[in-house]
Nanobody, 120 residues
Framework: VQLQASGGGLVQAGESLRLSCAAS????????MAWYRQAPGKQREWVAA???????HYADSVKGRFTISRDNAKNTVHLQMNALKSEDTAVYYC???????????????WGQGTLVTVSS
């Protein structure tokens, strides 16, 4: 199983970006999907999560600006980021709890990270 993240880049403060993450491999089912981020010199922090039935949850720092969504048919999760701030600059990682065809139960997988840089 692999998670491939994309969509990062350099934007100005106030602009928007949309991150995507696609899961591939011998997938039976995907449970919760989430985005985390790690800013330079800081620990990785949770940003947003979405359950399989599309119940979304957000960190206070992004609530009202970011929207997480998923497409269960395509095994993808997206993060729409609006009104970006310089403090949103970080490497963004997708995370998913995936049940492989040959396994009993799910386990966590991580994407490779995509860099978001917001200039002020």
């Amino acid at each position: 199983v692999q998670l491939q993240a994309s969509g990062g880049g350099l934007v100005q403060a106030g602009e928007s970006l949309r991150l995507s993450c696609a899961a591939s491999g011998s997938i039976f089912s995907i449970n919760d999907m989430a985005w985390y981020r790690q800013a330079p010199g800081k620990q990785r922090e949770w940003v947003a999560a979405i359950t399989r039935d599309e119940s979304a949850h957000y960190a206070d720092s992004v609530k009202g600006r970011f929207t997480i969504s998923r497409d269960n048919a395509k095994n993808t999760v997206h993060l729409q980021m609006n009104a970006l701030k310089s403090e949103d600059t970080a490497v963004y990682y997708c995370n998913a709890n995936i049940w492989k065809v040959e396994d009993i139960g799910g386990r966590d997988y991580w994407g490779q990270g995509t860099l978001v840089t917001v200039s002020s």
